[in-house]
């Protein structure tokens, strides 16, 4: 979903100097401000039907009285459990598998192309799947999470560790480094930084695709409650639950990223 | 980690023997016990072979596929201009390019709701959401051919007395191609999403009506076969973009 952005945007935002970047999050604001203001008074003056864009200012109130009386926690409960399970799921079998196939340079050049043409498909599509085969609770999400999750983590491992210098190998063998040295010392600190950006990337996906099912089919969890208030035409409340999800996953790809940056730097 | 490849086989056939290899497990799984949920690989290709016969299904497949070419379409003329106006100058690519990235960076799924209360449950909210996944891949790549021209390219046809238009179709133009193959392969497969997406939701007389109705009633072949289909047409999809793109950016 915003998968791609971060591939593509990368080397656009790299190039922004620090003053363009203080510049740039001065527009950022400036520009946020000016669409406000122009929501407002679009709404306010009813040139646009309130069924159709609810006023900001109510859409605030709603979205204040979700953070302050925790009326979202039971669904907010629900995602993240959903959350908690898929993801570490994602993560070791991406990793594992992702090992498994980069052990020897015939297995990454025969597999590698089927897992990267699977990456291709839109996931999505084997939602009706496991919505048939475990129903529309939290399983069929956390078994669709865990899936969407997996590929870019897997492939990622696999390129990090084929990555790695055939020189310090090498030199790690004619030093008589044994298998496990090899693979702690070697192995694992020169495949680190490509592996947790698929990380970073795969449990993004993994959130997105458990809001997207939610979305899709579900009782609960907050993809769903956007869709409840959608059918109840409740805009208000549909815009402060989009508002919330959105500040949701905007702070987990904060989080991820500096956890990312920070193993990079150390 | 040595390529012994005196001895083992092509890898091209070890990668047609895995696939195979994992298509008879299916295939045994499949028959070993009767689920709701599981249909072995031979019953599955069967019954593809006749639900494409359902004129219904064909419909469905033949409005998913329009929808999708309608969006893919869309996503690239509207990237284009975007992109193409962003990186028209310096102020204009300061201004709008963090906007773009902002308006890139949310995740569309938690919106779905918006876009079918907004342009009904028909094929115009699928269009719609599949442009809103594909324009800005389109943009973002065009932006970075733009600002990936030489410079020196820029000055030497200004000294030498270019117009603007001149400028923009000797030099801009044939150093966007490769960058727009990109944004095409990038927005071929974000357009899809959006589409599956939108018709997985809201499904009305596309594909995901179908996919609903086969899982609800239990009938896993056929919601194999549709979901197998659907595969297929991504991959192919996918690799005819990737070819297209590697072809086109050789003369760089």
């Known amino acids: ?18 003053r363009g970047r203080r510049l740039s999050l001065l527009t950022k604001l400036a520009v946020f401000a000016a669409l406000m203001v122009l929501w407002h008074l679009l709404t306010v003056t009813e040139i646009i039907s309130p069924f159709f864009l609810p006023q ?32 570490p799921i994602a993560v070791l079998t991406g990793v594992v598998a992702g090992y498994l196939i980069s052990m020897t340079r015939y297995s990454t050049v025969v597999l590698e192309p089927v897992i990267s043409s699977l990456y291709a498909i839109p996931i999505i599509i084997f939602y009706p799947i496991s919505v048939m085969a475990l129903g529309i609770g939290p ?24 990555g790695v210098d055939a020189i310090y190998l090498r030199m790690a063998r004619s030093t008589g480094a044994t ?47 956007i869709v409840w208030y959608a059918e109840g035409m409740q805009m208000v409340n549909m815009f402060a639950y989009m508002v919330f999800v ?21 | 980690m040595s390529l012994q490849s005196s001895r083992l086989p092509h890898p091209m056939v070890t990668r ?6 994992l298509l008879i497990l299916w295939e045994i799984f499949g028959r070993m016990g009767t689920s709701l949920f599981f249909s072995p690989f031979s019953k599955v290709v069967m019954s593809g072979h006749e639900i494409f016969y359902e004129p219904e299904v064909r419909r469905a497949l033949l409005t998913t596929s329009g929808v999708l070419a309608l969006a893919f379409i869309l996503s690239l003329a509207l990237g284009l201009v975007l992109g193409l106006s962003i990186a028209m100058s310096k102020f204009t690519y300061q201004t709008f390019m963090p906007v773009l990235l902002l ?31 594909g324009m800005f891949p389109v943009a973002v790549s065009v932006i970075a051919g733009v600002q990936g021209i030489k410079p020196i390219l820029l000055t ?8 603007r238009a001149q400028i923009f179709r000797r030099i801009t133009l044939p150093y966007l191609v490769p960058s727009l193959f990109t944004g095409m392969r990038l927005a071929s497969t974000a357009a899809l999403l959006g589409v599956l997406l939108a018709e997985l939701y809201a499904s009305a007389g596309g594909v995901g009506h179908f996919t609903r109705r086969f899982s609800e009633t239990f009938q896993p072949d056929k919601l194999y076969a549709l979901i197998g289909a659907l595969a297929i047409m991504a991959i192919v999809i996918n690799e005819s973009m990737r070819r297209l793109e590697k072809r086109f950016s050789k003369w760089r």
């Open chain 1, 139 to 162: 399983e069929s999400k956390i078994a669709h999470g865990a899936l969407f999750g997996f590929f870019p983590i897997c492939l990622n491992t696999i390129q990090g560790f084929s």
């Open chain 1, 179 to 225: 298998k496990a040295q090899l693979l702690r010392r070697i192995l694992i600190p020169a495949a680190a930084p490509t592996i947790l950006g698929g990380v970073r990337l795969g449990l993004m996906l993994c959130f997105l695709a458990i809001i997207g099912g939610e979305t899709i089919a579900s009782l609960e969890g907050l993809g769903h409650r």
């Open chain 1, 246 to 266: 959105i500040l949701i996953a905007t702070a987990m790809n904060a989080c991820l990223s500096l956890l990312e940056l920070r193993r990079r730097g150390g």
């Open chain 1, 56 to 87: 900001p200012m109510a859409v605030m109130t709603v979205f204040w009285r979700i953070l302050s009386t925790g009326r979202a926690l039971p669904d907010l409960g629900v995602t993240f459990f959903e959350f908690a399970v898929a993801g």
């Open chain 2, 156 to 163: 030497s046809a200004a000294s030498m007395g270019a117009t």
């Open chain 2, 103 to 133: 308006l890139y960076a949310i995740p569309q799924i938690t919106i779905l709701p918006l876009f079918v209360l907004y342009f009904g449950n028909g094929p115009a909210s699928k269009i719609a959401f599949g442009v809103s996944h």
């Open chain 2, 16 to 21: 047609i023997a895995v696939i195979i290899g």
């Open chain 1, 1 to 18: 979903m915003s998968g791609a952005a971060a591939g593509v945007s990368g080397g656009v935002t790299e190039r922004l100097s620090r």
